[in-house]
């Protein structure tokens, strides 16, 4: 390509680019993963985990809200497999319908898996204990305020505190899964993988749904949202490990919505002289010029190979790269050169001599790709 001929283009903004067209060589390539790997290491150095998230399950407890139902079993110390008193309400006051038990005995001893509901306030009503108020407390802290109150009545009140419902605190999966929903917090923690695994999972690519329909948008892992109140952290599922910390395994809170994302952000359109020209989503992130090739099932027999282009950042600041795919050890090359969503793959009839001829081409194809694309979603 002759590079002397070039002229300046006006991007999306207005403002005159100058063109940046690079051949696309095994030094480029080499000097592109070196780039990103240092990248990557900077950001390993300098990251910093998001407020408020944390991976660690080893103090988690879950803390009793409005709404969660308890079952409270207290023993009688001289025969420990019946119930001493078991009876419940949904009442923090006796005033309000029932009235303050006595100490049941031996023959009016209720059943043991009687329910007891916290209302709104965060209270329970135990019979002759009266109300107690459990609102941010853990089973074992309501059992020792419990088995505190009822050793002023009883000598070595054998008391056991457990969680019969969890109502009161959930969050939310959306996105491309198979069974967006929403799961209760409970005393197991939750964490993101979880949650996804919970809501069927993510769409594959080219899963079938229906017998008749194949999705046209897939799950795009390495991009999937945790939103606490104002904060949006990403989390790579693909990579739970990433190199710059940034992709864990958080537990997640009361409240937290789980978003995650379909793949048509991270397009690449194939167009020109292919046989199916048309926009290709990415999988998890990732596509080779010759998988993108591959995609639109390779070139016309009357494309010329040698002229093959890349455009990426189309629009604003483009860069155009260039490779003479006539070569059979070009085809190593587009293996190993990573496209970026965006990019736009363009393969030519012949040369074109400057970067205004380039986009002028491109254009009017790019934008009937991308509308057939928007109507078939």
């Given at each position: 390509?002759?590079?002397?001929?070039?002229?300046?283009?006006?991007?999306?903004?207005?403002?005159?680019?100058?063109?940046?067209?690079?051949?696309?060589?095994?030094?480029?390539?080499?000097?592109?993963?070196?780039?990103?790997m240092q990248k990557a290491?900077?950001?390993?150095?300098?990251?910093?985990?998001?407020?408020?998230?944390?991976?660690?399950?080893?103090?988690?407890?879950?803390?009793?809200?409005?709404?969660?139902?308890?079952?409270i079993k207290v023993w009688?110390?001289?025969?420990?497999?019946?119930?001493?008193?078991?009876?419940?309400?949904?009442?923090?006051?006796?005033?309000?319908?029932?009235?303050?038990?006595?100490?049941?005995?031996?023959?009016?001893?209720?059943?043991?898996?009687?329910?007891?509901?916290?209302?709104?306030?965060?209270?329970?009503?135990?019979?002759?204990?009266?109300?107690?108020?459990?609102?941010?407390?853990?089973?074992?802290?309501?059992?020792?305020?419990?088995?505190?109150?009822?050793?002023?009545?009883?000598?070595?009140?054998?008391?056991?505190?457990?969680?019969?419902?969890?109502?009161?605190?959930?969050?939310?999966?959306?996105?491309?899964?198979?069974?967006?929903?929403?799961?209760?917090?409970?005393?197991?923690?939750?964490?993101?993988?979880?949650?996804?695994?919970?809501?069927?999972?993510?769409?594959?690519?080219?899963?079938?749904?229906?017998?008749?329909?194949?999705?046209?948008?897939?799950?795009?892992?390495?991009?999937?949202?945790?939103?606490?109140?104002?904060?949006?952290?990403k989390v790579n599922l693909?990579?739970?490990?990433?190199?710059?910390?940034?992709?864990?395994?958080?537990?997640?809170?009361?409240?937290?919505?789980?978003?995650?994302?379909?793949?048509?952000?991270?397009?690449?359109?194939?167009?020109?002289?292919?046989?199916?020209?048309?926009?290709?989503?990415?999988?998890?992130?990732?596509?080779?010029?010759?998988?993108?090739?591959?995609?639109?099932?390779?070139?016309?027999?009357?494309?010329?190979?040698?002229?093959?282009?890349?455009?990426?950042?189309?629009?604003?600041?483009?860069?155009?790269?260039?490779?003479?795919?006539?070569?059979?050890?070009?085809?190593?090359?587009?293996?190993?050169?990573?496209?970026?969503?965006?990019?736009?793959?363009?393969?030519?009839?012949?040369?074109?001599?400057?970067?205004?001829?380039?986009?002028?081409?491109?254009?009017?194809?790019?934008?009937?790709?991308?509308?057939?694309?928007?109507?078939?979603?």
């Amino acid at each position: 390509m002759d590079t002397h001929r070039l002229t300046p283009a006006v991007n999306a903004d207005n403002q005159i680019v100058k063109s940046n067209i690079v051949r696309i060589t095994a030094s480029l390539i080499l000097y592109q993963n070196t780039l990103a790997m240092q990248k990557a290491e900077f950001a390993k150095t300098h990251y910093h985990p998001p407020a408020g998230f944390t991976t660690s399950t080893r103090y988690y407890a879950y803390q009793v809200q409005p709404q969660d139902v308890l079952q409270i079993k207290v023993w009688n110390q001289s025969d420990t497999d019946t119930v001493l008193f078991s009876d419940a309400t949904t009442e923090d006051d006796p005033s309000e319908g029932r009235k303050t038990s006595e100490i049941p005995s031996a023959e009016n001893r209720s059943g043991p898996n009687s329910p007891f509901f916290v209302n709104s306030r965060g209270n329970i009503y135990y019979p002759y204990l009266g109300s107690i108020h459990v609102l941010g407390k853990t089973a074992s802290e309501i059992r020792k305020i419990i088995t505190r109150k009822m050793s002023h009545h009883f000598a070595n009140p054998q008391v056991t505190v457990s969680i019969l419902s969890f109502n009161s605190q959930q969050i939310a999966v959306t996105g491309a899964v198979l069974k967006p929903t929403t799961i209760p917090i409970t005393n197991v923690p939750l964490t993101i993988l979880t949650a996804v695994t919970d809501a069927g999972g993510p769409i594959r690519c080219g899963a079938v749904t229906s017998l008749s329909n194949i999705e046209t948008f897939c799950a795009d892992l390495h991009e999937v949202e945790i939103k606490r109140n104002n904060q949006v952290v990403k989390v790579n599922l693909n990579r739970l490990t990433a190199i710059d910390g940034s992709s864990n395994n958080w537990v997640l809170k009361n409240g937290d919505v789980v978003y995650v994302p379909n793949n048509n952000a991270s397009r690449i359109f194939v167009l020109g002289a292919v046989n199916s020209p048309n926009p290709y989503n990415m999988i998890d992130g990732r596509m080779t010029l010759r998988e993108a090739l591959g995609n639109a099932k390779g070139m016309t027999i009357t494309s010329n190979p040698k002229y093959t282009y890349v455009i990426r950042d189309y629009g604003h600041n483009p860069a155009v790269f260039v490779l003479d795919l006539s070569s059979p050890d070009a085809l190593n090359l587009a293996g190993e050169f990573s496209l970026k969503p965006g990019d736009v793959v363009y393969v030519s009839l012949s040369a074109l001599s400057n970067f205004n001829e380039i986009i002028n081409e491109v254009t009017p194809m790019l934008l009937s790709a991308a509308a057939i694309k928007s109507f078939t979603n």
